[in-house]
């Protein structure tokens, strides 16, 4: 049987469920710097590459702060995110604006911030003209259509929303320079939680060549190209690691190849992963409060998919630990089901595990991005806490659990008093 290492033991759990009642969140701050190293590592070749974090996979300000602290900025689509970046002192030109459909007033208080606006369409060039007039730097978001495969979570660019065509880059580029923008970005993100290094690669290939097709035909010169985000992480235990630094080698290759004869050097290159930086650096900890034998198996815990909608949503795999029991034999077959009135409330369909009981702890692993951030009130159930382990050791609540308060903040009940 797999076994996934925890930065944690069972004493501290049990110690930590004291004081924070199951289920919470626990993030590893070791863990979050040491990835956020590795991917500036593999990219030190590159002058004033950058890592934008995305802000929608852990929006919480002490993760953001960490993630800070080892250079990165961050990549935001909403105005609360900008606003979350604001106040954890994340200004500039380190928060890259990528959105969609995006509401006018979030490209104002991007705008503000001094963020780099990432534009989605090329009707938002008059968009944001007549929102904020004619910034010093745009980028645009490039969808490769049929000329690119995506992946399964993202789907096919040909049938995303997002971005872009070929064509409309062309147009769009011309007519920025026609109106006075001065520096000039480019973005493109084709997939998700994807596990082939080649894949990236070949991304920069795609936006190296991009950038040399328009300094020829249009005679732009681009400040950096931003390769996306989507690196994915091994959430079965039989998978690997997306190799950062083989990534990080193979795009300076390429960049050998087709940037420096063409005369564009310096060129950056940024990233705007979530994903890989937290995901395997999160835990969801949950206790088992039930078992139920029917047509199938099942054990019940205290968190559901109100916690995490990964699995119920797209049906994805999140590796599961027993405290106290991980070399005991996985030899009962069973699912492991939240408290929600939706049968797709589940964390494991004929999971074999350890033979579990009623106040046994669970670890449900890899939940550090898109896990707490896809949470929701349906059910009247709770969004839980967030606890950060520390680099020393010790552990503190950087959000609390949602309360009945919380819960009924949005509601006027006043018609209704004696
Ligand atoms: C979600 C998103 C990301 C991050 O994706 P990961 O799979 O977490 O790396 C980056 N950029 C954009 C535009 C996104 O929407």
């Given at each position: 049987?797999?076994?996934?290492?925890?930065?944690?033991?069972?004493?501290?759990?049990?110690?930590?469920?004291?004081?924070?009642?199951?289920?919470?969140?626990?993030?590893?701050?070791?863990?979050?710097?040491?990835?956020?190293?590795?991917?500036?590592?593999?990219?030190?070749?590159?002058?004033?590459?950058?890592?934008?974090?995305?802000?929608?996979?852990?929006?919480?300000?002490?993760?953001?702060?960490?993630?800070?602290?080892?250079?990165?900025?961050?990549?935001?689509?909403?105005?609360?995110?900008?606003?979350?970046?604001?106040?954890?002192?994340?200004?500039?030109?380190?928060?890259?604006?990528?959105?969609?459909?995006?509401?006018?007033?979030?490209?104002?208080?991007?705008?503000?911030?001094?963020?780099?606006?990432?534009l989605?369409d090329i009707t938002h060039i008059d968009f944001v003209e007549?929102?904020?007039?004619v910034?010093?730097?745009l980028?645009f978001?490039?969808?490769?259509?049929?000329?690119?495969?995506?992946?399964?979570?993202?789907?096919?660019?040909?049938?995303?929303?997002?971005?872009?065509?070929?064509?409309?880059?062309?147009e769009g580029?011309?007519r920025l320079?026609?109106m006075?923008v001065?520096?000039?970005?480019?973005?493109?993100?084709?997939?998700?939680?994807?596990?082939?290094?080649?894949?990236?690669?070949?991304?920069?290939?795609?936006?190296?060549?991009?950038?040399?097709?328009?300094?020829?035909?249009?005679?732009?010169?681009?400040?950096?190209?931003?390769?996306?985000?989507?690196?994915?992480?091994?959430?079965?235990?039989?998978?690997?690691?997306?190799?950062?630094?083989?990534?990080?080698?193979?795009?300076?290759?390429?960049?050998?190849?087709?940037?420096?004869?063409?005369?564009?050097?310096?060129?950056?290159?940024?990233?705007?992963?979530?994903?890989?930086?937290?995901?395997?650096?999160?835990?969801?900890?949950?206790?088992?409060?039930?078992?139920?034998?029917?047509?199938?198996?099942?054990?019940?815990?205290?968190?559901?998919?109100?916690?995490?909608?990964?699995?119920?949503?797209?049906?994805?795999?999140?590796?599961?630990?027993?405290?106290?029991?991980?070399?005991?034999?996985?030899?009962?077959?069973?699912?492991?089901?939240?408290?929600?009135?939706?049968?797709?409330?589940?964390?494991?369909?004929?999971?074999?595990?350890?033979?579990?009981?009623?106040?046994?702890?669970?670890?449900?692993?890899?939940?550090?991005?898109?896990?707490?951030?896809?949470?929701?009130?349906?059910?009247?159930?709770?969004?839980?806490?967030?606890?950060?382990?520390?680099?020393?050791?010790?552990?503190?609540?950087?959000?609390?659990?949602?309360?009945?308060?919380?819960?009924?903040?949005?509601?006027?009940?006043?018609?209704?008093?004696?």
């Amino acid at each position: 049987m797999a076994l996934k290492p925890l930065p944690f033991d069972e004493a501290l759990i049990r110690e930590l469920t004291r004081t924070y009642p199951t289920p919470f969140y626990i993030y590893d701050e070791r863990g979050i710097r040491n990835r956020a190293r590795e991917l500036s590592a593999a990219f030190a070749w590159c002058d004033g590459f950058r890592e934008f974090f995305a802000v929608k996979a852990t929006p919480n300000p002490h993760i953001l702060h960490i993630l800070h602290e080892e250079g990165c900025g961050a990549d935001c689509s909403s105005l609360p995110e900008l606003v979350l970046c604001e106040r954890v002192g994340i200004r500039g030109e380190e928060i890259m604006f990528t959105s969609n459909d995006t509401p006018a007033r979030e490209y104002v208080k991007a705008h503000q911030l001094g963020a780099i606006l990432n534009l989605d369409d090329i009707t938002h060039i008059d968009f944001v003209e007549e929102l904020v007039g004619v910034p010093d730097l745009l980028s645009f978001r490039y969808n490769p259509g049929p000329l690119r495969e995506g992946n399964r979570i993202i789907g096919r660019p040909e049938e995303a929303k997002y971005g872009l065509t070929r064509e409309q880059l062309f147009e769009g580029y011309a007519r920025l320079k026609r109106m006075g923008v001065q520096r000039f970005g480019l973005h493109t993100m084709v997939v998700s939680n994807e596990l082939n290094a080649d894949f990236f690669i070949e991304t920069a290939r795609m936006l190296f060549e991009l950038a040399v097709e328009l300094a020829e035909r249009l005679e732009i010169r681009l400040e950096f190209v931003n390769l996306g985000g989507g690196i994915g992480i091994p959430y079965r235990p039989e998978e690997k690691p997306v190799d950062l630094r083989y990534v990080g080698s193979g795009v300076e290759r390429l960049y050998g190849e087709l940037i420096r004869p063409a005369g564009l050097h310096p060129l950056k290159v940024f990233m705007e992963n979530g994903r890989v930086i937290t995901g395997p650096f999160g835990y969801l900890v949950t206790q088992a409060i039930h078992e139920k034998h029917i047509y199938k198996d099942y054990v019940g815990v205290d968190a559901c998919m109100a916690n995490l909608m990964r699995p119920g949503m797209y049906g994805a795999y999140h590796h599961i630990t027993v405290l106290g029991k991980e070399d005991a034999p996985h030899d009962t077959k069973v699912d492991v089901v939240g408290s929600l009135c939706e049968n797709n409330d589940k964390f494991a369909v004929d999971r074999w595990l350890p033979k579990i009981e009623r106040g046994d702890i669970l670890v449900i692993h890899d939940v550090g991005a898109h896990g707490h951030a896809m949470g929701f009130q349906y059910n009247g159930k709770l969004r839980s806490a967030e606890l950060l382990l520390r680099e020393d050791g010790t552990v503190e609540q950087i959000r609390r659990a949602e309360t009945l308060d919380d819960y009924f903040a949005t509601l006027d009940f006043s018609p209704f008093q004696p």
